[in-house]
């Protein structure tokens, strides 16, 4: 069954380092995402990108944070200055299709536990 | 906005049945999903509620009235692996907007 793929697993981190979360969504997705879960709470959505450019961010997604598709499998996200709470799980999600369509179940990747030191 | 509640956490007995509520506001509803997630795991589909009514696949059965603003989610046969977070989530935009999860203990 294809699946969402995240690297690294874990990644550690100095404050003010920059860092990249690589995913490899399923292949004949359309729409990425990248949510973050810090520990203990809800999941967070922070970017869907669709068309080589973003469609929707919430307020986390601040300037220091982009994302890109390099080719045509890899979709990254960076952080280019990390923070203390930073720290979390970040995962990167695909689907088929968007809202009102029949396939936007999103499917997740099992996340990158991102730890700022 | 969205808003969306679900209660903290529940317990309930193996073999049991045992029923999770959302409720919500949303200012655009495109369905609502069940999503299940096991401590330090990616949440994984369970359900999606568009019309009104009761959804059954297996032991899990999703229920949606739209007008009152409320869904639940039917666990039946609990097992032990069932112990994990229940997230109800609102893609308003197409975007998640998940709830708080409800964390559900399955005890022997």
């Known amino acids: 069954e294809p699946e969402v793929t995240q690297t690294p697993s874990h990644q550690v981190t100095q404050m003010g380092q920059e860092v990249i979360l690589r995913c490899v969504p399923i292949?004949?997705?359309?729409?990425f995402y990248w949510y973050r879960q810090i520990l203990g709470q809800k999941v967070e959505f922070l970017v869907s990108?669709?068309?080589?450019?973003?469609?929707?961010k919430s307020e986390i997604f601040d300037d220091q944070f982009s994302v890109e598709r390099p080719d045509g499998s890899n979709f990254t996200l960076k952080i280019r200055s990390t923070k203390l709470e930073d720290s979390a799980m970040y995962f990167c999600?695909?689907?088929?299709?968007?809202?009102?369509?029949?396939?936007?179940?999103?499917?997740f990747g099992p996340g990158t536990r991102l730890t700022v030191t | 906005g969205q808003n969306i509640d679900q209660p903290t956490e529940m317990t309930a007995t193996e073999g049991a049945i045992v029923q999770i509520n959302c409720t919500y506001q949303?200012?655009?509803?495109?369905?609502l999903f069940w999503y299940q997630q096991h401590a330090g795991e990616a949440p994984t589909f369970l359900s999606y509620n568009v019309l009104d009514g009761l959804e059954e696949k297996g032991r899990f059965s999703s229920f949606l009235s739209r007008s009152k603003g409320y869904s639940y989610l039917l666990l039946k046969e609990l097992q032990m692996k069932d112990s994990a977070s229940y997230l109800c989530a609102l893609p308003p935009t197409g975007n998640f907007v998940f709830g708080p999860g409800t964390r559900l203990s399955v005890l022997p």
């Open positions: 999600a695909s689907s088929e299709g968007q809202a009102a369509s029949s396939s936007y179940e999103q499917y």
């Open positions: 949303t200012s655009g509803f495109n369905g």
């Open positions: 292949s004949n997705h359309l729409y």
């Open positions: 990108f669709y068309n080589n450019e973003i469609s929707e």
